[in-house]
C-alpha cells in the first residue's frame, strides 16, 4: 500500500480503513501518504472491507487503483537498469504459483532488474495475491506481458540481449557463469516443467545451481533469487 502511494506509477482512486482497526504508525504512515497524493481515505466497517477485499487478509487496509501499466519489450531490453548499467530482464516461461510470482518480483526488484518479461497465456499475471507477496514490487518493476515467449526471447536477442536459461540438467554452473559488460536477461520455467524446448533453443546458454543436498532442485522462486543475486555479483565485477 505505501508502496503504491509512493511510487505513484498508477493513479490511487481511494483507501479504505478497517474503522475498528487500531491506531498503527504503518496505518498513519498511509494516511500522511495519500494526504500527499491528495487521495481520499475512508474509515468503512471491517465486514465491509472483508467483503471489498480480494485476499484473504487485507490487514485492515485496501486501495482502488488503475490497472498496473503495461511495458514494452523493446523499451526494458534498452532501458538502463536501475543503479546504472546496461539492461537486465528476468524472463519467465509458465510461472503459475501467486507466490512464486510475488517472490520474484520482490527479488528482481532487489537485483536491479530492469523488467519483467510474462507470457499472456499459461502463466499467473499481476493479483491482490502477487502484490501482496511482492511487498511492493509490483510498483517499481516495469511488467512486460508479451502473446508467447519463445518470440519474445528472440527479439530480445536481436536488440544484444544474451540470455541466460536456469536448468536443473544444465552441464554449466550459475557460479561459473561470465558476463560481459551487456545487457543480459535470465530465462526461469515454470513449476512443473522447467524451460519449454523452444526457450531453451533460444536462449544463448543454460545454467544450473549445483546443489549439495539429495533434492534435484529449487523451488523456482528460491532458484531465481539465487540467480538474481549471483548476475548481479558478476555484473557488478564487470563493470
Known sequence: MAELLTARRRRAKDVWVDAEAEPAPVLERIALLAAEARVPVRRVPRARLLAEARTEAPQG???????????????????????????FLLLLDGVTDPQNLGALLRS????????????????????????KAAAGAVERVPMVP???????????????VWLVGLAPDASESLFGLTLADQPVGLVLGSEDKGLS???????????????????????????????????????????
Open 61 to 87: 487496509v485496501l486501495a482502488h487503483a488503475q490497472a498496473l501499466p503495461e511495458a514494452d519489450l523493446d523499451d526494458v531490453c534498452r532501458a538502463t537498469a536501475p543503479g546504472g548499467g546496461p539492461p
Open 146 to 160: 508479451v502473446g508467447g515467449l519463445p518470440a519474445a526471447l528472440v527479439r530480445a536477442r536481436e536488440l544484444g
Open 197 to 239: 524446448r523452444l526457450v531453451r533453443q533460444r536462449c544463448d546458454a543454460l545454467v544450473g545451481i549445483p546443489l549439495a543436498g539429495t533434492l534435484p532442485s529449487l523451488n523456482v522462486a528460491a532458484a531465481g533469487a539465487v540467480a538474481l543475486f549471483e548476475v548481479r555479483r558478476r555484473r557488478l565485477g564487470a563493470g
Open 108 to 131: 528482481a526488484e532487489g537485483a536491479g532488474v530492469s523488467g519483467v518479461v510474462v507470457p499472456r497465456h499459461r502463466a499467473v499475471h499481476v493479483t491482490p495475491a502477487v502484490t
